[in-house]
């Protein structure tokens, strides 16, 4: 196995491959234009399993997003020649739904806004860990997939019913609170997916500030004990440096 | 542009011109019609004069004949007056009257005539020029001729009186519209000549400059006032924007110096993979936590500047409250605090909703961060937090009150400044902004944030001003009781 020691945070990720072994492949493109980001990304991406394209400007990007068969877009907000929210707009105008992720260095509220309302898909502020871009561009490929009809979502023996909002694991019936239920809800829409505490705590809280102690951990060691407590297999994992994920182990 | 161009050009000016051209046709017509009036009036007066005296000859002529009808013209022609008579033979030949110099033709045709005409009493000559008359040419029977007219002099002499009237009067409301509105166009330019020079020092560098304000509280005046209250605030941006960088420079770079200082000495001393690891992983850690305090940094900077304005909206400030409480209240429980809401069943405010969240959540997290820890507890008090949303009067507040240390009376005001910790405080972790940026919120909704004794421990209170209509005190504090 190759190591690429000049990737900080390497550890983490390949903690994330692994813990994740029915990955697909993805392609992916980044749009950026400052070649040693897009270069870097190129690689890590590589390095976890995906097939990862460069364009270093708007024009160019615009063209290759048009003709290449891309899972997502990591498209710069900032770009020469084409800005990236102009890019998403063209490609969305000639009906290409390619997900897209917005890359900022603005990363302001209103400015997420902006990003998400010209067609991005998903917003994040520079500067970011590559673990956490990872996490978000994998949940955005499988969302085309689509879990989000089913009104059931089961995990290993773990079940969840939308519409009646009961939990149970084998023949136990589990008691949620409401915010533990939208979180166990949102970790099963992404099954297998390493899923970041920011993105809880936007999916889930619907807050996009950085509450300053990491008081999503303690949500999640709570809703782990109502679920995981008393099985032998466990179910809600950690990924050390990334995230949660919720797996079933056994399979 | 000369000092007249940049006159004329001046909107009050140009409003002068407008109201004076207006005016001025309005006084012509006025005055015109007035006097085509006068004449027209006049006219009817001498034809119906005329007419009279035409069927009161002819009745002489009916009963006298000729010889009578020439003695009645006769006397009356000597009459002095306005009043003009001939009598002729068929053949032209005048038997009596006082006119002569007829324009020629004028005794053929009966009815209605201006003519030019001279009295038989005047001289030919230059001193005695011919006048104006308007005559009515009769045919007796018998094949005379009878003319009676009148002197048209006083009819044109009244006309050209009003006339007259009419155009002096209009040059003189031109004259004085004019200067009138030079002098108050000169006085308004006068002022904003003043405020642009001011505004040029100002753009010069000179923030401390105020616009001048004259003190008759007119347009102009609320004007100045309005602009100078915006230089205020732009004076404070601008200090606190000096603030930050000085405060950025300042407290960047010491953890900045710290990193390169731990990478450095990674090179130097590392031997092994593992250590360098270490080195790097420690490096990320850093920076990271600086990623952290630059973000808030930023936030603070546009909460101050204002910015977050454009996204306001009205929100439940008690919903934030039970919100922020249910996030952070498995934390609190860890350590062993209880961490409790009481709210009122509504408490508008209008605002950055995140902004308020986050504000909120700084509290919450600092309360939780120096609550004391079981063992050291005085007094057997509980480690409690509370949360609050309340009304009062015209203010909503938001408080989080603590059973922790609390801060001394003499540093509650230095600790909303940026960066600043207590000594007591360094071992925790934390930027040190919190704090300001809670305050920050606080000043951008037109509130404030303010630090009490919760006897003991701190209070922390951020004051929003409420959104809607005034709820009474004690209603508020019914329902509240009913909840406890």
């Given at each position: 196995m190759p190591t690429y020691a000049d990737i900080p945070g390497q550890r983490a990720f390949r903690r994330m491959a692994d813990a994740q072994p029915d990955r697909v492949t993805m392609r992916l493109l980044v749009i950026e234009d400052d070649r040693a980001a897009a270069d870097y990304l190129v690689k890590a991406f590589s390095e976890v399993g995906h097939i990862a394209d460069a364009a270093y400007d708007g024009e160019d990007g615009l063209a290759m997003a048009l003709e290449g068969q891309y899972d997502v877009l990591i498209v710069d907000?900032?770009?020469?020649?084409?800005?990236g929210l102009s890019l998403i707009g063209t490609l969305r105008a000639k009906g290409i739904e390619t997900p897209a992720l917005i890359l900022s260095a603005l990363g302001q509220v209103d400015d997420r806004v902006k990003g998400l309302r010209a067609g991005g898909d998903d917003y994040l502020p520079k500067p970011y860990s590559f673990s956490e871009l990872l996490a978000r561009v994998e949940v955005l490929a499988r969302r085309r997939g689509?879990?989000?009809?089913?009104?059931v979502l089961r995990v290993g023996d773990l079940e969840l019913d939308r519409l009646s909002h009961q939990v149970r694991r084998g023949e136990e019936e589990i008691t949620l609170q409401p915010r533990e239920f939208r979180l166990l809800e949102y970790l099963m829409k992404h099954v297998g997916q390493v899923v970041t505490r920011t993105m809880l705590l936007e999916n889930?809280?619907?807050?996009?500030?950085?509450?300053?102690?990491?008081v999503i951990d303690v949500h999640i060691s709570r809703l782990r004990s109502k679920?995981?407590?008393?099985?032998?297999?466990?179910l809600l994992h950690t990924v050390r440096g990334a995230g949660y994920m919720i797996r079933d182990g056994a399979r | 542009m000369t000092a007249l161009g940049k006159l004329f050009r001046t909107t009050t000016f140009k409003l002068t011109l407008v109201y004076l051209t207006v005016f001025a046709l309005f006084a012509a017509f006025l005055l015109g019609y007035f006097a085509l009036n006068t004449r027209r009036l006049i006219t009817e007066q001498i034809t119906d004069t005329v007419n009279a005296e035409i069927t009161g000859l002819s009745e002489q002529y009916r009963q006298g004949g000729i010889r009578r009808l020439v003695v009645v013209v006769d006397a009356r022609a000597?009459?002095?007056?306005?009043s003009l008579y001939i009598v002729t033979t068929?053949?032209?030949?005048?038997?009596?009257?006082?006119?002569?110099?007829?324009?020629?033709?004028?005794?053929?045709?009966p009815g209605w005539t201006e003519t030019v005409y001279r009295r038989l009493d005047e001289a030919e000559g230059p001193e005695h020029p011919e006048h104006q008359a308007l005559v009515r040419v009769f045919q007796l029977p018998g094949g005379f001729r009878l003319l009676v007219g009148r002197d048209l002099d006083e009819r044109e002499r009244l006309y050209h009186i009003i006339l007259g009237a009419g155009r002096w009067s209009i040059a003189i409301v031109i004259v004085l519209g004019l200067a009138g509105g030079l002098f108050v166009t000169r006085r308004v330019l006068r002022r904003v000549d003043a405020m642009t020079e001011t505004t040029r020092t100002i753009m010069a560098g000179d923030l401390g400059e105020r616009l001048p304000v004259?003190?008759?509280?007119?347009e102009l005046d609320r004007l100045a006032e309005n602009l100078n209250i915006m230089l205020e605030r732009i004076e404070a941006l601008m200090r606190g924007l000096k603030e930050v960088s000085d405060n950025i420079a300042h407290d960047l770079k010491t953890p900045l110096t710290r990193l390169r200082n731990r990478s450095e000495q990674a090179l130097r001393t590392a031997n092994s993979e593992a250590e360098y690891r270490a080195a790097i992983e420690a490096t990320i850690e850093e920076s990271d936590s600086l990623i952290a305090t630059f973000n808030a940094l930023l936030m603070i900077a546009r909460a101050e500047s204002g910015q977050?304005?454009?996204?306001m909206s009205e929100f439940d400030a008690a919903e934030i409250a039970h919100d922020i409480c249910e996030l952070y209240e498995p934390l609190a429980e860890e350590k062993g605090i209880a961490l409790m809401v009481e709210a009122d069943t509504a408490a508008p405010v209008k605002g950055n909703r995140e902004l308020v969240s986050q504000a909120l959540a700084n509290l919450v997290d600092n309360a939780i961060k120096y609550a004391e820890p079981h063992d050291k507890l005085v007094n057997g008090v509980a480690p409690e937090i509370v949360i609050r949303a309340l009304n009062e009067g015209d203010r909503i507040l938001l408080t989080v009150a603590d059973r922790g240390p609390g801060i001394p009376e003499s540093d509650r005001s230095r600790v909303?400044?940026?960066?600043v910790r207590l000594e007591q405080s360094?071992?925790?972790?934390?930027?040190?902004l919190g704090l300001s940026l809670a305050s920050a919120v606080a000043r951008l909704h037109g509130g404030e944030l303010t630090l009490e004794d919760n006897h003991p421990g701190l209070k922390t209170v951020i004051a929003l001003p409420r959104e809607g209509p005034v709820q009474m005190r004690d209603g508020a504090a019914r329902q509240k009781e009913s909840r406890r």
């Open positions: 907000r900032m770009l020469p020649k084409r800005d689509g879990r989000n009809e089913e009104t889930v809280w619907d807050y996009h500030f950085d509450p300053q102690t990491n679920i995981d407590k008393g099985f032998s297999q466990p | 000597r009459r002095p007056g306005s068929f053949a032209g030949e005048a038997l009596a009257g006082n006119v002569t110099a007829l324009e020629p033709g004028i005794l053929d045709n004259a003190g008759t509280g007119d977050a304005r454009d996204d909303i400044e940026r960066f360094r071992s925790k972790p934390g930027s040190g």
